[in-house]
């Protein structure tokens, strides 16, 4: 794994006994325990997890926030310093570039944070756009690592370590100070569907922070997780992954994306192709799935009718898996499928073609998990 691409935090993987995968070019750990338990945790106390393989785009300049505007589905009129905005960001033909959160720092700077296959592709995109708009756009990606401490226990063990009155941050909001000593980006932000931090620290500072925070939180629960619960966790909580549930193909209407766009903000790239869709309906909705038997739905399993009452004929293929797994807080198969638009209803039954079987599913309302909410 030589020339696979390796994080800040890549030295202390073997103190926690890493197991490592090649994730999309990069060598990151799958798992340190077992997912299971991992995942569980993250569920029931807290857990960390290494991300720094996300990029970063600084975008500065007078006209950064217009800038974005035209670039992002997503209305960023009301971004002011200390808030956070989740945004698809589309080509002209409606399908997307990147799903990424943006920063405000200031009036003027901003900070993107895009999934780390789309770094090169999104720089060079946004670069392309920002010709006469008077901003700069920088990768700042090797320059940042970023730790996720996500779970219900999350706050409490954070606050051991930093003087930030972490009950002011809500969600989508977030604060520039110190962490151990090391000045940080804390922001109420994550991708499990727990409550939880994403913490931004010089690339350098990574690896003591780690190795702090899970010493801090060693009596809460505290475990270093990988990719491997990252993904249980975030299909339970029916989050988009890039590639699976959007890709260049996929429209964030399709995703089910829609209370992110924002056509009344005024135009941005895709907004007339999303508009068109939009009048005529998408072809392809985005639902979720759970098995109703032994099985794991896994991505690019076909979804065929098993419905007599479907406007699909019975044994035909309606759709495909976008992503799949078995649930460890539901104890079942559950999937995220894109599928023909009006074919079925919450309360269907399809099938999935698991290895040559049709495995009956149920269509379910999505997510599949939601914490309680406390904050």
Known sequence: MASLKRTALYPVYAEYGAKLVNFGGWEMPVQFDSILKEHEAVRRAAGLFDVSHMGELEVVGRKARSFLQSMVTNDLSKLVPGRAAYSPMLYEHGGTVD??????????????????????????????????????????????????????????????????????????????????????????????????????????????????????????????????????????????????ELDTDITPLEAGLHRFVKFDKGDFIGRSSLITQQETGPARELVGLRLLHRGVPRAGQAIVSLSHGSIAREGECIGKVTSGTHSPTLHQGIALALVRAGCVRVGSQVGIDIRGRAAVAEVVEIPFYRRARSV
């Open 99 to 244: 799903d990424l959160l943006v920063y405000c720092l200031t009036d003027e700077r901003y900070l993107l944070v895009v999934n780390a296959a789309n770094i090169d592709k999104d720089y060079a995109w946004l670069a392309e756009h920002a010709n006469g708009h008077a901003v700069s756009v920088t990768d700042r990606s090797d320059e940042w690592a970023l730790l996720a401490l996500q779970g219900p226990r999350a706050a409490a063990i954070l606050e051991r370590l930093t003087s930030v009155s972490l009950a002011a941050v809500r969600p989508y909001r977030f604060v520039l100070d110190e962490v151990d000593g090391v000045q940080a980006l804390v922001s109420r932000t994550g991708y499990t569907g727990e409550d939880g931090f994403e913490i931004y620290v010089p690339a350098e500072s990574a690896p003591a922070l780690w190795r702090r925070l899970l010493a801090a939180g060693a009596a809460d629960g505290l475990v270093p997780c990988g990719l491997g619960a990252r993904d249980t966790l975030r299909l339970e909580a029916a989050l988009p992954l890039y590639g699976h």
